[in-house]
């Protein structure tokens, strides 16, 4: 019973650590840049939301398999394979989840005013101390917005982690993983339990949003 929730928060926190880092990266550079290739990159980053998560599990298959380019160069490198271990479910959830972190954070550096960027310029501050001290505090909101939306994001993921990750448990046997087999093998009791789990979990995401947004 304990095992998939576990697994499931390991898995959360680190793809949200993960896309917590990109997010900010991207989000920044896509604000405060203009490259060629934008829009492309921009609409990469945003697919996972409107693409069947079996659909990005398959992709991932072919890219991360013992024959696919990165995972044949990993696998050549270390002679490990990525497919069907909790690393290869953590790239899954990274990939669902980061579109809501780029456009939390994006949504959020767009709305800080150039003024107070400008006057932090004007009193000496440098590229960095501006982003540090002025940028990121003033972004904090969507920022936190966009971990809750991340980890549970990450916390409800089922079709591309069942894609390139399986259904072992201890292993990578994650909730909603756990909800759906224990439900194919009538173990109501299990099922129920581990929906309860997700349905707080999310629930006091979003209601923590909703107050920090008020506060």
Request: with cysteine; glycine share 10%; hydrophobic share 55%.
């Amino acid at each position: 019973m304990w095992s998939p929730i576990f697994i499931s928060l390991k898995i959360s926190i680190t793809a949200t650590t993960i896309v917590l880092i990109l997010g900010i990266i991207f989000a920044f550079i896509s604000v405060n840049k203009d490259f060629i290739g934008k829009n492309i990159f921009e609409t990469l980053l945003t697919m996972p939301l409107v693409i069947p998560p079996s659909i990005t599990g398959y992709v991932l298959l072919v890219v991360l398999g013992k024959h696919g380019f990165i995972g044949k160069l990993i696998y050549e490198i270390t002679g490990k394979r990525i497919i069907f271990t909790w690393g290869a479910a953590v790239i899954a959830a990274v990939i669902v989840s980061l579109p809501l972190m780029y456009q939390s954070i994006k949504a959020t550096l767009l709305s800080v005013k150039k003024g107070y960027i400008e006057g932090a310029q004007m009193l000496g501050a440098t590229k960095k101390q501006r982003f540090l001290y002025v940028i990121l505090p003033l972004s904090l909101r969507g920022i936190i917005a966009g971990i809750v939306l991340s980890f549970c994001r990450a916390m409800g993921e089922f079709g591309a982690t069942l894609m390139v990750a399986g259904n072992m448990p201890g292993k990578t046997q994650t909730i909603p993983l756990a909800v759906y087999f224990a439900v194919e093998a009538g173990d109501w009791k299990k099922a129920n339990i581990l929906l309860g789990v997700v349905v707080i979990s999310s629930f006091l995401g979003i209601y923590l949003i909703d107050k920090f947004n008020k506060k």
